[in-house]
Antibody, heavy 119, light 111 residues
Framework: QVQLVQSGSELKKPGASVKVSCKASGYTFTQFAMNWVRQAPGQGLEYMGWINTRTGNPTYAQGFTGRFVFFLDTPVNTAYLQISSLKAEDTAVYYC????????????WGQGTLVTVSS | NFMLTQPHSVSESPGETVTISCTGSSGSIASNYVQWYQQRPGSAPTVVIYEDNQRPSGVPDRFSGSIDSSSNSASLTISGLKTEDEADYYCQSYDTRYLGVFGGGTKLTVL
């Protein structure tokens, strides 16, 4: 069935980097964009941006430029989010989401990956 | 920047009807589709309304969505409330670059 499976929780120190993976299955990976959404503890959903899975071209929402990078490993149907120079305020659950089978809304979501930044 | 504003919380009794509003900050909310997502604690969001008023298969017809251009707002209405409807609800649309925008979320309590 159509699903997005994300990598497990991460505990990182401030200044380190983290890579979150999102493996797609059950559909043609390059047919639908991959979006990324952040949710800080006890807070709402925050849209981070998306990556074109055909071209690999990323687009970042305001506030997510510079330290945040979206990229793909297309042969293994996997999208990645890398965050560098981690700060305590990056502590959040990060979701990937795809409009698989829909017009453009986020129909399928990964289970989320908790990234904790603490010294 | 385009923003969507929701009430922080709403509460209602089982069996009653509740409406959650989502007001656009600028432009016309009718210019782009609005979606509504339900999020239960510890789980990823799931869509309950897409393209303003469409229900995905599996979502009960107690859930409905609408757009009111005069108030530049979208609404999610849940009738015949059940305790299982207790969750956070987020509206979502798009900005001028067609990037996603979420409302701040509304905590629904069914008491």
């Amino acid at each position: 069935q159509v699903q997005l499976v994300q990598s497990g929780s991460e505990l990182k120190k401030p200044g380190a980097s983290v890579k979150v993976s999102c493996k797609a299955s059950g559909y043609t990976f390059t047919q639908f964009a991959m979006n990324w959404v952040r949710q800080a503890p006890g807070q709402g959903l925050e849209y981070m941006g998306w990556i074109n899975t055909r071209t690999g071209n990323p687009t970042y929402a305001q506030g997510f430029t510079g330290r945040f990078v979206f990229f793909l490993d297309t042969p293994v149907n996997t999208a990645y989010l890398q965050i560098s120079s981690l700060k305590a305020e990056d502590t959040a659950v990060y979701y990937c989401a795809s409009p698989v089978g829909s017009g453009s809304y986020y129909r399928i979501w990964g289970q989320g990956t908790l990234v904790t930044v603490s010294s | 920047n385009f923003m969507l504003t929701q009430p922080h919380s709403v509460s209602e009794s089982p069996g009653e009807t509740v409406t959650i509003s989502c007001t656009g900050s600028s432009g016309s909310i009718a210019s782009n589709y609005v979606q509504w997502y339900q999020q239960r604690p510890g789980s990823a969001p799931t869509v309950v309304i897409y393209e303003d008023n469409q229900r995905p298969s599996g979502v009960p017809d107690r859930f409905s969505g609408s757009i009111d251009s005069s108030s530049n707002s979208a609404s999610l209405t849940i009738s015949g409330l059940k305790t299982e409807d207790e969750a956070d609800y987020y509206c979502q649309s798009y900005d001028t670059r067609y990037l996603g925008v979420f409302g701040g979320g509304t905590k629904l309590t069914v008491l």
